[in-house]
């Protein structure tokens, strides 16, 4: 396997996080606010307008799973650049972490501009409910099972 993409970036977390908000406000987000957990920012949130109507949406950067990719890499020589000390540590890995997010978003808002996709199907993951969560992490809770299709399950 790759090494992970911009395992090797020096910006800091941020300047990333002022572009992901840009560039969301810039494709029409109404509120765009930045989610922290112990004084880290974890998730952008923000709110755009839908032909349902305005809907919230709450996208995850997960620094620690970033933080292990980047440690299981590191330990199979897969990470080449930097010192051993920087290339997997928890703050390149917040750096990483961000700015994968940062380059997703263009591409998806780009298929979106495209009408290749709406905005529901690139961002229904992601969907804050009115208790806070998002859609997935009801549906991963199987507190919203999908059902078999017609040929069964799998």
């Known amino acids: 396997m790759a090494a992970p993409v911009n395992?090797?970036?020096?910006?800091?977390?941020?300047?990333?996080?002022?572009e992901v908000q840009a560039l969301l406000a810039d494709h029409g987000a109404d509120r765009v606010g930045i989610e922290?957990?112990?004084s880290q920012p974890v998730g952008v949130s923000f709110t755009l307008r839908l032909p349902a109507g305005t809907r919230a949406f709450m996208l995850?950067?997960?620094v620690e799973a970033m933080h292990?990719?980047?440690q299981s890499k590191d330990s199979s020589g897969e990470l080449r650049s930097g010192t051993k000390a920087n290339r997997a540590s928890r703050e390149q890995a917040a750096r990483v972490s961000?700015?994968?997010v940062k380059d997703w978003l263009p591409a998806q808002l780009t298929l979106?501009?495209?009408t290749m996709v709406t905005v529901e199907q690139v961002f229904l993951p992601y969907l804050q409910l009115d208790d806070g969560r998002t859609l997935f992490e009801?549906?991963?809770t199987s507190e919203l099972a999908l059902e078999p299709g017609p040929d069964g399950p799998g």
């Open 138 to 140: 009801v549906y991963s």
């Open 112 to 114: 979106v501009d495209s």
């Open 7 to 18: 395992y090797t970036t020096t910006v800091e977390v941020h300047k990333t996080v002022g």
């Open 60 to 62: 995850p950067v997960d």
């Open 36 to 38: 922290y957990r112990d």
């Open 68 to 70: 292990r990719l980047l």
């Open 98 to 100: 961000w700015r994968v």
